[in-house]
């Protein structure tokens, strides 16, 4: 079965296949786009190292099981928080890399671009895009059933590099077409030029993971999951005569956090404690989404002072 954790360290391994390939063939070659393709795929195998570590530390401490070690003791609230914190710093780290070579790239044209290899370029073209389409499409497929923003961010990333190289590949059949003609003036542009057009494709493509990552991080209301507890929370405070409730809703990466503070009228009889915890239970199938992943917190109070 597969499972988060071991796509995450399948798909490290052959980023890291991939990185150093790069970069040797980026030596070899001297193609700065091949070398800055390694660099980016290991950027990227760093931060999957991250998200295994970061998954890893998710499931162990939502398992039915688990024990309370250090870490548990000093995170007593879950590490669901270091989700959004990885994903947004792989989306920024990724784009920073792409200005990098963008600015680089501008440099290079500027000053009368660079010869290169084309015969080992092409070679590395073709077996990178090889293992970026075989993950790309395999991690999306996989991700229907799983998903997992870290699995879908990873699938992404294959994507984004799997265009780069396609493109690469391309400039190289070009420019290894342009050798002994008339246009063989133009090759050394080839590599730089080539390379600044996929910066300025994949630069903004991280973007909405940054963003989503953010919200998550500022703990900003999703509006749909604050829309359905604000339905469910009338439509008890209805059939209870309860005064009024009060919803505080977060989504921090793959977790959710609900917060429900029902107001009950002051001198009520009394009730025992199981028939509270039995309107508790009605509330949360209400809710729905049942999962280790969800944090129900379900007050009830006389006092408004402890909802607000």
Known sequence: MNTEQRILRASIGVTIF????????GL????????FDGFYSLTDAIMSVLA???????????????????????FTMGFWHLEPI?????????????VYALINAIGSLLTGGRNLEFGFAIVYAVVTMIACCSMAIFET????????????????????TGGITAALLIAFCIGYAFEGTNLEWLTPYIDPAVLVLICLVIIPLPISTVKRALADVLLITPQSL?????????????RYGFVSYRAYVAKVGRGKQIELYFIVP???????????????DEIGNAIGEES?????????????????
């Open 141 to 160: 497929r996989v991700n229907k059933t799983l998903s997992s923003d870290f699995v879908a961010l990873d699938a992404k990333a294959w994507m984004m």
């Open 266 to 280: 002051g001198g009520w009889p009394a009730k025992c404690l199981e028939e509270w915890d039995a309107i508790r």
């Open 52 to 74: 295994l570590i970061v998954s890893k530390l998710i499931t162990s401490s939502t398992a039915p099981n688990r024990q309370n070690g250090k870490l548990s003791e000093r």
């Open 292 to 308: 280790t992943d969800r944090w129900l917190t379900i007050v009830f109070t006389t006092d408004v002072e402890w909802a607000d």
């Open 226 to 238: 604050k829309q359905h507890v604000d339905e469910v929370a009338r439509d008890f405070v209805k």
């Open 18 to 25: 991939v990185a150093c390939f790069g970069i040797i063939f």
């Open 28 to 35: 070899l070659s001297g193609s700065f786009s091949i070398t």
């Open 86 to 98: 990885v994903l947004g710093l792989n989306g920024v780290m990724l784009m920073g890399a792409a």
